[in-house]
């Protein structure tokens, strides 16, 4: 995919534009968004499974998310974040109240990200 592509769920992260501690990267050919240093939900608009929201918790915290949002389930690659599709009928409504609990800093919401290794390389082995 050209690096020119635009996501055309980008729309979602708009809402966190006014929040200070907002970073939007690239992840998987897709947009991710960090609150708080937390990498919260990542935009994904490619084939499926890679087509719609994943929302970045624990497994632990799946059971409440799914309650109180029945639409949203395990990610069929990614089973540790929660996922909606973008053509689920439910895909806007979810997308909008994930947001608003992200901004509310839910504590349901949002992972630490794993620290990035550097060059690419493996380590030289020990002699």
Known sequence: MPS???NSLIWIFEAFECDSTYI???MF???AAYIDGLLCLVAADRDPPWSGLLVCTSQERHAALI???PALQPHPVLGKW???PQDDPAF???AKRMTALVLARDPRV???PKPRRR???SAPPKR
Do not use: Q
């Open 4 to 6: 020119s592509f635009r």
């Open 24 to 26: 939007a990267k690239r």
């Open 29 to 31: 050919g897709s947009d």
């Open 67 to 69: 309650r109180e949002m």
């Open 82 to 84: 929660l996922y909606i």
């Open 92 to 94: 806007e409504s979810i």
């Open 110 to 112: 949002g992972v630490e």
């Open 119 to 121: 060059g690419g390389k």
